[in-house]
């Protein structure tokens, strides 16, 4: 009698290896053992005045904060009057005390003064005893604030975020569900799980559909899209003529003015870009399922993806970013599509042709992709040469060098007619070209931050290197510092600025090197403040950090501040479906929340998944579509740990969405014996 295989048998030494390596790292990326100043506070009716103590909490909190400890109420003793929007406490003495936990969260307290008014006593347990009278002739209020940097009491004493239970149990839920994962991607499928080689085109259709929906409901609910400054500049430049900004980029600029001819609202062209991404993210899914992915399961990836508030709020977006994600989508579908023909077939014009024009418009959309996009396009043109010497890929390659390089050039050269044609000449400077300083305007950002560091830290300089620096904003200014972001520094250099901009141009022209020379003596002498604020500055990327919510920008809904052309242009943000915006707006708010937050908008969780099923597919199947692919997050990620002006999700949301759609790869399992994939032919 033959014995049955066991379930662990094709686990290998490797497999337990990456499990548990992939396992600590995610929860040492969690920082659930971190310490935090916790704040307690204990308020109760003194016995020094007669009279109540009525406490409010504005909002709707209560319940949230009895449930989670933040708040604890004697049983009896204190009497609880609830109203539309807000909670009313009132006690005399010798009631027992109400006890308030908070920490980075603050807990708001307002006292009510009147004229039956007595005594509260606060104490938070560390030495801070106050005594607040509330009586008084007209009822008036005081605010008192419990946890977070503007409290009212220093903190009792720090305490680890979560308790040991909760880490334990966090632990084992990760080793557990990584364990699930390889188990599923490892164990042989039957033959009846095995998918047909080639899937009803119609299913692309079904495919998009819940990202149709999501982005469909948005764009109906936020009408005509989601707006920030940059999108609205670019777009009021793109209807007017003669203001052209090369850091908005030139290509977006002028697709955008194809639209603006049609229509001064930016509607057409986000429905259009809305829809294309939906179709992109199908079509890549469709190449997952000639690899194994199950049809049902298919459309779960869909409709989760389409779910995330990542998603709907991204694509609805008016801007650089979505079109340059939307073309990477169809570089993406491009590659795997090239990857999965048989080893012998020549690559086909036409996915040629979608794989060169996908790279392109993803490239020119945002210039930092573009380095990106050509390694990710020189490796498979390479590897697919390598396979068939088909000198149709050296075209391909050619062709995409020679446009990249044109296009660009031939724009810049055109925006500098159209200023020159429309704009006065004391008008034609409000942002310095690059081609105008020796080492670009984009640069001065790092100089001016680790500059800006190397001050707040105190650390020394010499009166030569210092002077250009100096001589921009005083030495005091340059100790405005954030390590996690740029715009605090640059803040203060707009506020304090000492030059007209004609001075600062000049000023620039003949300093920037020197002052280039300057930052890095700095770094070689002093290399930890370098690592340091690139450890501040990219923690977005690597830590998950349940509860803990650095500066970050996320996602927007409706308008952000915007440039006050734009209104006029596109109208002000409306909605024929004010209950439905207000259901988007609620659910938006939610995943921002502290509770929601790590898991909706911290990059690190979906790239540590992702990159753990990617890599154990990889080894079994060595298909090289996937593996050239995942490049595009990698190297988008190590780029980003390199040069990142702040933490903005949109940044590594490319490189999450294509991780995203790789991880439906675990539900791609091994063919039974006898069978072979066609991946590799």
Same mark, same amino acid.
């Given at each position: ?26 929860? %040492? ?36 904060? %009895?449930?989670?400890?933040?708040l604890t109420v004697p049983a009896s003793g204190w009497q609880i009057i609830r109203g !539309? ?7 005399? $003495? ?20 009147h004229a039956k008014g007595g005594s509260a006593t606060v104490d938070n347990g560390a ?6 009278? #509330? ?22 004493? &720090? ?17 557990? /569900? ?54 609205? *500049?670019?777009?009021?430049? !793109?209807?007017?003529?003669?203001? *052209? ?14 639209? !603006? ?13 809305? =829809? ?6 199908? /079509? ?49 579908? $491009? ?38 996009? @050509? ?30 390089? =044109? ?6 050269? %055109? $925006? ?33 931050? +680790? ?24 030495? &005091? ?15 203060? %250099? ?112 979906? @790239? ?9 597919? *990889? ?11 995942? /490049?595009?997050?990698? #190297? ?43 991946? +590799?032919?």
């Amino acid at each position: 009698m033959a014995t049955k295989p066991s379930a662990w048998q094709h686990f290998t030494a490797g497999h337990w290896l990456a499990l548990i390596l992939t396992a600590t790292l995610i929860y %040492l990326s969690l920082n659930l053992g971190a310490l935090q100043p916790e704040y307690r506070v204990r308020i109760s009716p003194a016995t020094s005045q007669e009279g109540s103590v009525t406490v409010a909490l504005y909002g709707n909190d209560f319940d949230s904060y %009895l449930s989670r400890g933040i708040l604890t109420v004697p049983a009896s003793g204190w009497q609880i009057i609830r109203g !539309a929007d807000s909670t009313v406490l009132s006690a005399q $003495a010798p009631a027992a005390p109400l006890e308030i936990v908070a920490r980075n969260t603050p807990v708001n307290l307002t006292f009510v003064h009147h004229a039956k008014g007595g005594s509260a006593t606060v104490d938070n347990g560390a030495g801070d005893q106050r005594l607040i009278s #509330l009586r008084a002739d007209q009822e008036t209020l005081s605010t008192l604030v419990i946890g977070g940097a503007g409290s009212s009491f220093a903190a009792s004493a &720090e305490a680890p975020r979560f308790g040991v239970t909760t880490r334990i149990f966090a632990a084992m839920a990760i080793l557990i /569900l990584l364990t699930a994962i390889t188990w599923q991607m490892t164990r042989p499928a039957r033959a009846d799980e095995t998918p047909r080689p080639h899937p009803r085109r119609i299913e692309i259709v079904f495919s998009a559909l819940p990202f149709l929906i999501t982005s469909g409901a948005t764009l109906i609910a936020f009408l005509p899209g989601n707006v920030s400054y940059d999108g609205s *500049l670019q777009w009021a430049q !793109a209807a007017g003529r003669g203001e *052209l900004f090369e850091p908005l980029g030139y290509p977006t600029t002028y697709l955008m003015r194809s639209f !603006a001819s049609m229509s001064s609202s930016p509607l057409p062209l986000i429905a259009i870009q809305a =829809v294309l991404a939906a179709f992109g993210m199908a /079509l890549v899914l469709r190449e997952l399922r000639h690899r194994g992915l199950s049809f049902p399961a298919n459309l779960g990836v869909a409709t989760v993806l389409a779910i995330t508030p990542q998603y709907f709020t991204f694509f609805t977006n008016l801007g650089k970013d979505p079109l340059c994600v939307t073309g990477i989508l169809f570089f993406v579908w $491009a590659v795997l599509n090239l990857f999965r023909q048989p080893r012998n077939a020549l690559p086909s014009w036409g996915m040629l042709t979608a794989l060169v024009v996908s790279g392109l418009f993803a490239g020119l959309m945002r210039n930092n992709v573009m380095p990106i996009i @050509l390694v990710a396009l020189a490796a498979a043109l390479a590897l697919l040469f390598w396979r068939r010497r088909a000198y149709r890929l050296i075209g391909a390659g050619v062709v995409f060098l020679v446009v990249a390089l =044109v296009i660009p050039k031939s724009l810049a050269a %055109l $925006a500098a007619q159209e200023v020159e044609q429309y704009q006065r000449p004391a008008e034609r400077v409000r942002i310095l070209p690059n081609a105008d300083l020796p080492l670009g305007v984009f640069t001065n950002l790092y100089l001016y931050h +680790l500059f800006s560091a190397a001050m707040a830290n105190e650390i020394a300089v010499t009166d030569d290197e210092a002077r250009p620096f100096f001589a921009i904003i005083p030495q &005091e200014k340059w100790k405005n510092y954030s390590c996690y972001m740029t715009d605090t520094t640059m803040a203060s %250099l707009g506020q304090n600025i000492r030059f007209t901009q004609d001075e600062y141009n000049a000023h620039l022209q003949a300093h920037q090197p020197a002052m280039a020379q300057t930052v890095l003596r700095i770094i070689r002498d002093n290399p930890a403040l370098l690592l340091e604020r690139q450890a501040c500055i990219t923690r977005v990327l690597w830590q998950i950090g349940v509860g803990d919510r650095p500066f970050q920008a996320t996602a927007m809904l409706g308008y952000d501040v915007v440039d006050k052309r734009f209104p006029p242009l596109a109208g002000e943000s409306r909605t024929p479906w004010p209950s439905l915006r207000q259901h988007i707006q609620d659910y938006a708010l939610w995943a921002e929340s502290p509770g929601g937050f790590w898991f909706f908008w911290k990059p690190a969780l979906p @790239l540590a998944f992702g990159l753990f099923i990617v890599g154990l597919y *990889l080894v079994r199947t060595r298909d090289v579509g996937v593996m050239v692919v995942a /490049l595009l997050p990698v #190297l988008t990620i190590v780029q980003l740990l390199l040069v990142i002006p702040f933490p903005a999700y949109r940044y590594a949301y490319p490189a999450v969405l294509v991780m995203m759609l790789l991880s439906g790869l675990v539900f791609c399992r091994s063919n039974p014996p006898g069978t072979r994939t066609n991946v +590799l032919k």
